[in-house]
C-alpha cells in the first residue's frame, strides 16, 4: 500500500513516533483514509464546503503517514497489548472505499486476533458485507442526526434511508453493527432516548458524542450542548444498555425529569461514573474527541474519580447520593 492516510494525533503517541506527550493515551488506534468528502455535513471538517484544515476530523488531527512508517510499530503495540482496537476512519471520496479495504487487509494480516472497527457512511449493505470479507470485526455506520428535520439541515438526505441499511446489516450480522449519534444539533433529549431505544430494539452498538464546534465548519458559530442535557442523556443511555426500559424514562417538554429504578446493578455503576466514560466499540476510549484537555470532560477517556462522578451526577439533576 502506497497511498498515505491520516494517523490520530494520539495514535501516533501511542505507537512511538511523537513526542507529543497525553494526558491519556488512546487504546484504540485510529486512521483515516480519504481527504475532503463529497457530502457536506455542516458539524464536520472534512465536509466538501469546509474551510477547516484538511488533516481534521473534529478536533483532532490526523498527520499523513504511509503504511511502511506505521506497519512495524502498529504490529509490536498490538502484541504488545496497547493497542486493543484498530478503528478506519472512510472519508467518502472517488477510491476512499477501496483504499480502507486494503488497509483493512493490511490490518488484519498483521493479527488474526486484533479487533478492527470501520466508519463509514450508511450508503449501502453490499459495502458493509465487503468491508467484513476483508477483515473487519465490526462496521460503525454513523447517522450523527436522530431526526428526520435535523438530518436534512445538517447532513442532507433521508434519515430513514439510513436507517433501513442500518437494519438490515444488523439483521445479516447481528452484534456487529454500530453507529455514532451527536448530542446538540437541535434534537430534544426525548428524541435522542427514542433513537438510542430504536438502536438497542436492534443490537446496534452506540457511541455517544457531544456536538463540538469546529472552526471552518458551517457549524462554527453553533454552541455545544448543554453539559447538564448531555449528563441526562448519558444517563439514559447507559440505563437502556444495560437493560431499562424507555418507559421508565419520564419526559417534560422534551427534556428528560426523571427515570424510575431501583435496580441495584445499575445503580452501582451508576455512582461508578459509567455512564459518563466515552461509549461506543469496546476497548475505545477516544481521548479528547469532544474536549481539549484541562477542560470540561463529556465523555472521560477513563475511570472517573470518586469527585467526578459526583460533579457529573449533579449536572444531571437525576439522582441524589
Not at 503517541?13 to 455535513?41: D, K, Q, Y
Not at 444495560?242 to 431501583?262: L, Q
Request: one cysteine or more; hydrophobic letters at 35%.
Amino acid at each position: 500500500m502506497t497511498e498515505r492516510f491520516g494517523v490520530s494525533a494520539g495514535t501516533l503517541s501511542l505507537l512511538g513516533l511523537s513526542r507529543a506527550r497525553n494526558r491519556e493515551l488512546p487504546t484504540t488506534a485510529h486512521f483515516m483514509v480519504g481527504e475532503r468528502c463529497i457530502h457536506s455535513c455542516a458539524f464536520c471538517a472534512q465536509a466538501r464546503d469546509s474551510k477547516a484544515p484538511p488533516h481534521h476530523l473534529s478536533r483532532v488531527t490526523w498527520p499523513e503517514k504511509l503504511w511502511d512508517e506505521i506497519e512495524t510499530p502498529l504490529s509490536r503495540a498490538i502484541a504488545g497489548g496497547l493497542v486493543k482496537r484498530v478503528c478506519i476512519q472512510t472519508v467518502e471520496t472517488p477510491g476512499g472505499t477501496e483504499s480502507a479495504l486494503q488497509l483493512t487487509r493490511k490490518v488484519r494480516s498483521l493479527s488474526p486476533d486484533v479487533q478492527i472497527s470501520i466508519c463509514v457512511a450508511p450508503e449501502s449493505v453490499s459495502r458493509v458485507e465487503a468491508f467484513f470479507r476483508a477483515g473487519a470485526s465490526r462496521v460503525g455506520l454513523p447517522v450523527d442526526a436522530v431526526t428526520p428535520e435535523t438530518y436534512r439541515r445538517v447532513k442532507g438526505g433521508d434519515l430513514e434511508r439510513a436507517w433501513a441499511v442500518l437494519e438490515k446489516a444488523s439483521s445479516l450480522w447481528p452484534g456487529r453493527i454500530s453507529t455514532h449519534f451527536i448530542c446538540g444539533l437541535g434534537e430534544t433529549e426525548e428524541e435522542m432516548v427514542l433513537a438510542l431505544d430504536r438502536a438497542r430494539t436492534l443490537g446496534i452498538t452506540v457511541a455517544l458524542f457531544a456536538f463540538t464546534p469546529v472552526k471552518g465548519t458551517l457549524m462554527e458559530h453553533d454552541a455545544p450542548p448543554d453539559v447538564s442535557s448531555y449528563r441526562r442523556v448519558q444517563i439514559a443511555a447507559y440505563f437502556l444498555k444495560t437493560g431499562g426500559s424507555k418507559d421508565n424514562i419520564e419526559f417534560r417538554d422534551g427534556k428528560i425529569v426523571r427515570i424510575s429504578t431501583d435496580d441495584p446493578a445499575f445503580l452501582g455503576k451508576l455512582w461508578e461514573g459509567k455512564p459518563f466514560e466515552t461509549s461506543g466499540c469496546p476497548d475505545c476510549n477516544r481521548p479528547y474527541y469532544n474536549e481539549r484537555p484541562g477542560r470540561l470532560m463529556m465523555n472521560f477517556p477513563r475511570s472517573l474519580t470518586e469527585k467526578e462522578v459526583r460533579e457529573c451526577i449533579a449536572e444531571s439533576g437525576l439522582f441524589r447520593g
